[in-house]
């Protein structure tokens, strides 16, 4: 056991390896001893903010995020999830990832508003470039994505959603879902509309960005915001049921066809990538929309008392 620490320091195995035994060994052809992984075999890495269970078998990752106490996407949470995300993508056998939170009630709270407020330029600059590098990895990857939606998600929470190929929300009015910049003061960038409107349609998000809707479970449902709603307890059970139907596609054919719709908008971004940075970093500096946020940040920790 020792040595297959040595060898995937990064790797916990569960199931039956817990059991491995001597005979759990086999030579290779250059004589190394090299671990005999039973048929179903589940390995899980956790990080500071991230836990990656990939099974071998099924060859689907599940990725939950564990940053309490809202899952808000720091700079570090955003730098772990894309190299997470870049791993699971170089990986072979990973064809699939769902996507969830390990946090009661949140699926993420959207970008931290502390690293957007009371920052310099050159921080804000370093998160904004992170923010979109989690987008483009999410966006663009070539695995299936389920987003398993257990909880409130709103603005960068929602972008993250949004970002996978199908959406499983939980069925509780209590949690809402959508792209709430306006309610803060600010404004969701091109490419947080852009991937709204491939979701929903034009009228729709038109709607949801003034408005700065939230929308509850069944209203995410009825906009498209969301594709199912189930039973709280069966979220991560139903996303499994159906990444199986996406797995019976033919890979190559389905990752075509998802770089085709999907390109036009990634390249959007990426040719506008620095002037994006700019524009974020001039518009957040700005003093009235510090203002902005330390209202709400003061009305977010109000509402407790
Ligand atoms: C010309 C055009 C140029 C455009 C340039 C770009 C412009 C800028 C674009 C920026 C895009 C921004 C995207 C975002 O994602 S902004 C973040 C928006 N998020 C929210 O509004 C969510 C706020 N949070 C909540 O609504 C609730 O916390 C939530 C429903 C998620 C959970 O509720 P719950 O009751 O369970 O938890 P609490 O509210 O008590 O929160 C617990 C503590 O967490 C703190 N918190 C919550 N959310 C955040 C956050 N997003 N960032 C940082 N901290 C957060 C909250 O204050 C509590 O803290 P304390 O325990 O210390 O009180």
Known sequence: MATLLKLFPTCTWTGRLAHLSRKGWAQSRSGRLLPCFPASQRCASTTSYLTVEMDDNTGVAVVTMKSPPVNSLSLDFLTEFSISIEKLEMDRKCRGVIL????????????????????????????????????????????????????????????????????????????????????????????????????????ATELALQLGLLHNAPNALRVGLVDELVPEKEVLSAASTAISKWLAIPDHARQITKSMMRKPTIDRLLSHRDQDINNFVSFITKDSIQKSLQVYMERLKQRKT
């Open 100 to 203: 969830t939170s390990g946090l009661p009630k949140v699926f993420s709270a959207g970008l931290d508003i502390m690293e957007m407020y009371g920052k310099g330029p050159e921080h804000c600059a370093e998160f904004w470039r992170a923010v979109q590098e989690m987008w483009l990895k999410l966006y663009g990857s070539n695995m299936i994505t389920i987003a398993a939606v257990n909880g409130s998600s709103p603005a960068g929470g929602c972008l993250m959603a949004m970002a996978c190929d199908y959406r499983i929300m939980a069925d509780n009015p209590k949690y809402s879902i959508g792209l709430n910049e306006t309610l803060l003061g600010i404004v969701a960038p091109f490419w947080f509309k852009d991937t709204m409107m491939n979701t929903i349609g034009f009228r």
